[in-house]
């Protein structure tokens, strides 16, 4: 199929002049609409007007330019087929063998602070995706460009071959019908900011959970296996956008990456960007088995790894600043499966260089060490459920003490500390914490009483004058009791429960404090 005339109409103009330049250094005649014409015109590439092709002006504010059978009749008919050859030759249609098209930015400009509805349904593409869809379907006969980093290979393929060779042109249309499908579902959402009042359109903020949700995916990297070696596996991000967080982190070393070392990666960057200051978090099998923010690095390893150094054995561990050679020296002693951290000193790149298989992961430049998504979800059979990310903080101020005895500056800082950590831990969750260090956890159990004495159970470290911090309230006095009796001298706990002043009591009488924070961070 000879590339013989190109239709070039983009908004998004990266790379545009030195690729039509080539195309017209090949004898290829370029068809254009409005700006793109002028640019190529000033740049001295000779241009035909779609309106010179269709007879037709451009109509109703540009609105109509491109939509006319002379465009789409060139774009759709079947080269191989003889009464497509007949008709088009009756009407006098001329052959589109590539298509040169981008669309508007309807994305950013939904974005803008001061949008009127005016203009955001002003930038809905309507000739840019039809002629692309028109494109992309007879792919057979048409090449169709939707992105200027293709722009290099389609002109090298063109003048080495006179044409866009078949596998070439199925792939340009795949990628076209996402770049379609993903503009569709943005215009799908963002018009569920729109509605008619007094017989006008009113724009307001973005649905928390709209009507529809539309997710286009591409696979960005094939894992190793899933959840088990049995299943297949892979990593998948928005189409057309920039990947950000543990997505997009660069692998500096290692071995390839499994399903669940992103899981666990993701639970360690997510509870290490609740710290300001250095922190480390080392998680097994989605939950922290240490946390620690301290005054450097180090510390935070050392004292993070203290809380369960048996179960940190094999584990994955975030940091929250670069990876320095002092934290590196004694990350190296312990068997870990990956790391992930905003950056690596060189010394520390040179330790961890001779452990061949430690997966490295480096967070892409600004990004900040935790996830950056709206919404989470979970598949259950024949549907989706979609909530908003738990990103509530608390405060000191929304501390409530309820016990005879107010916690002391020391255990208000433990229990700020320890409630950070309980929220990225599976429920039933229980953490002691002391001095910006986790000293017990206690997981995923079905009874909160049970948590507490797998916290105490699994504590390498002495429990006298820890906090205790629940995330969800205590139904019974029977977990407080058996904190108290581990050593601890405060607790935070949401509140709520019918037994409250029973929990309340046992809180009194073992002079614990207690707080209520008024916030529950279940995690299942």
């Known amino acids: 199929m000879p590339v013989e005339r190109a239709l070039v109409s983009v908004y998004d103009k990266t790379g545009l002049t030195e690729f039509a330049r080539q195309l017209a250094a090949l004898g290829i005649e370029i068809v254009s609409t409005g700006g793109t014409a002028r640019l190529l015109r000033d740049a001295k590439i000779t241009v035909r007007d779609v309106s010179d092709l269709t007879g037709w002006p451009e109509m109703l504010g540009g609105r109509v330019k491109t939509l006319h059978p002379k465009v789409h ?92 060779s078949l596998a070439t042109r199925l792939e340009l249309a795949r990628k076209a019908f996402a770049l379609t499908s993903r503009y569709d579902g943005k215009i799908t959402t963002e018009l569920e900011r729109l509605s008619a009042v007094n017989g006008s359109i009113e724009l307001a903020a973005r649905p928390v959970l709209p009507a529809r949700l539309q997710f286009a995916l591409t696979r960005r990297q094939e894992l190793r296996y899933g959840e088990n070696p049995h299943q297949r596996a892979a990593l998948y991000t928005p189409s057309g956008s920039v990947s950000s967080g543990l997505a997009a982190a660069r692998q500096l070393q290692g071995k390839e990456l499994s399903y669940n070392n992103l899981v666990d990666l993701e639970a360690a960057l997510a509870l290490a960007g609740e710290f300001q200051r250095p922190a480390a978090v080392i998680v097994k099998h989605n939950n922290p088995c240490g946390a620690a923010e301290q005054g450097t690095l180090v510390e935070a390893y050392l004292k993070a790894l203290a809380c369960d150094p048996v179960s940190a054995f094999g584990g994955v561990m975030a940091f929250n600043r670069p990876l320095d050679a002092a934290t590196a020296e004694e990350v190296a002693k312990l068997f870990v499966e990956c790391i992930v951290a905003p950056g690596y000193a060189p010394a520390a790149l040179e330790k961890f260089a001779a452990k061949k298989n430690l997966r490295l992961l480096e967070l892409a430049s600004g990004d900040s060490a935790q996830s950056g998504a709206d919404w989470e979800l979970k598949r259950i059979s024949g549907g989706i459920l979609v909530q908003e990310q738990d990103r509530h903080e608390l405060a000191e101020s929304d501390l409530k003490v309820v016990t005879r005895r107010a916690p002391t500056r020391e255990e208000i800082d433990a229990m700020l500390f320890g409630w950070k950590v309980c929220k990225h831990v599976k429920s039933n969750a229980i953490v002691f914490a002391r001095d910006g260090q986790t000293v017990g956890v206690g997981a995923g159990q079905m009874s909160r009483v049970d948590s507490v004495k797998i916290a105490v159970l699994k504590a390498q470290l002495p429990l006298a004058g820890s906090v205790v911090a629940s995330d969800a309230f205590f139904p019974f006095p029977d977990g407080v009791e058996e904190a108290a009796k581990a050593g601890a001298t405060a607790v935070i706990q949401p509140g709520g429960s019918v037994r409250d002043a029973d929990v309340i009591a046992s809180a009194d009488k073992s002079d614990l404090a207690m707080v209520f924070c008024g916030v529950r961070h279940f995690r299942h």
């Open 73 to 164: 009749g060139g774009i759709l008919f079947r080269r191989g087929d003889a009464g497509d050859r007949r008709e088009t030759a009756e009407h006098k249609i001329v052959p589109i063998d590539l298509v040169v098209v981008n669309l508007y930015p309807f994305e950013a400009t939904a974005a803008k602070a001061d949008l009127t509805p005016e203009e955001l349904i002003e930038n809905i593409d309507i000739g840019g995706p039809t002629m692309v869809r028109s494109a992309a379907k007879n792919f057979e006969s048409v090449a169709v460009v939707t992105d200027p980093a293709d722009y290099v290979a389609i002109a090298a393929e063109i003048a080495g071959h006179g044409e866009v």
